[in-house]
C-alpha cells in the first residue's frame, strides 16, 4: 500500500467546511484512494472512495488532482458529531491486500 | 448497522486464559478481517481471511489464531492473555473486488485483569 501523510490534528468551528488533505506521493496506477470515518469506541466507517478528478456523496466530497499524488476530504458545514477520527487510505481495490490504517487526523468541531 | 456481527461485545477474563471472538459478516462477503485496537492506539491489522483461507497475516502474535469457517464466520483465538492483550477487537467484511471498502463491527471489548 502506499505511504500516506495527514495532518494529526485538526480543529473547525460548527458550521464551517472542513477540508483534510492527505499526501501519497507514491501512489500506484491501480490504487483507489479511501476515506474512513472513526467515533470514539466503533469500527471505522467507510465515507468516501475515489480515484480521480472529484467524487461526492450525500457525506463528504473527495477531490483528487490530476497527478494524484494527494486527495482532499471536503466536509460541508460541520457539526459537533463531526468530531472523529478520519483516515486516508490508498490501495487497489481487488481485497488481496488488506487496508492498513494509519494513525488518522482527529477532526475536533467545536461549538 | 453495518451487518457485521460480534460476539461478545464485552468480556472480562483474567491473565493466562483463553478467550474466542466470533464474526458473522455482511451477508454474501467472502472476506473478513480483524484488527486490534488499544487505548491512544491505531487500528493494527492482525489477520484475513478469503473464502476458508488465510489471505495476510500482520501484527498477530503466535498466542493469537483464527479461522474461517465453510459457513464463512470467522473465530479469533486469544490464548496465555497478558493484561497488554486487552483492547478492541474489530472484525471487518468486505466483498470480492471491493478490498477497500470494508464493513466493521461494533467490535468486543476485551478486559484482561
Known amino acids: 500500500l502506499a505511504k500516506t501523510t495527514q495532518p494529526i490534528s485538526m480543529d473547525s468551528y460548527e458550521g464551517q467546511e472542513v477540508n483534510i488533505t492527505c499526501s501519497h506521493n507514491?501512489?500506484?496506477?491501480?490504487?483507489?484512494i479511501t476515506w474512513y470515518q472513526q467515533f470514539p469506541s466503533q469500527g471505522p466507517r467507510f465515507i468516501i472512495q475515489?480515484?480521480?478528478t472529484k467524487v461526492t456523496n450525500e457525506v463528504a466530497s473527495l477531490f483528487i488532482p490530476a497527478d494524484r499524488k494527494s486527495s482532499t476530504l471536503s466536509l460541508p458545514r460541520v457539526s459537533l458529531s463531526d468530531t472523529a477520527v478520519y483516515y486516508c487510505?490508498?490501495?487497489?481495490?481487488?481485497?488481496?491486500?488488506?487496508?492498513?490504517f494509519g494513525k488518522g487526523t482527529r477532526l475536533s468541531v467545536i461549538a | 448497522d453495518s451487518g457485521v456481527t460480534q460476539t461478545p461485545k464485552h468480556l472480562i477474563t483474567a491473565t493466562g486464559q483463553r478467550v474466542t471472538l466470533r464474526c458473522s459478516p455482511r451477508?454474501?462477503?467472502?472476506?473478513v478481517y480483524w484488527y486490534q485496537q488499544s487505548l491512544d492506539q491505531g487500528l493494527q491489522f492482525l489477520i484475513q481471511?478469503?473464502?476458508?483461507?488465510?489471505?495476510a497475516k500482520g501484527n498477530i502474535l503466535e498466542r493469537f489464531s483464527a479461522q474461517q469457517f465453510p459457513d464463512l464466520h470467522s473465530e479469533l483465538n486469544l490464548s496465555s492473555l497478558e493484561l497488554g492483550d486487552s483492547a478492541l477487537y474489530f472484525c471487518?467484511?468486505?466483498?470480492?473486488?471491493?478490498?477497500?471498502?470494508?464493513?466493521f463491527g461494533e467490535g468486543s471489548w476485551l478486559t484482561v485483569v
Open positions: 471487518a467484511s468486505s466483498s470480492a473486488g471491493s478490498g477497500n471498502t470494508i464493513y
Open positions: 507514491n501512489i500506484a496506477t491501480n490504487d483507489y
Open positions: 475515489g480515484y480521480k
Open positions: 487510505l490508498v490501495g487497489e481495490n481487488s481485497g488481496n491486500t488488506p487496508l492498513v
Open positions: 451477508s454474501g462477503d467472502l472476506s
Open positions: 481471511y478469503y473464502n476458508g483461507e488465510e489471505r
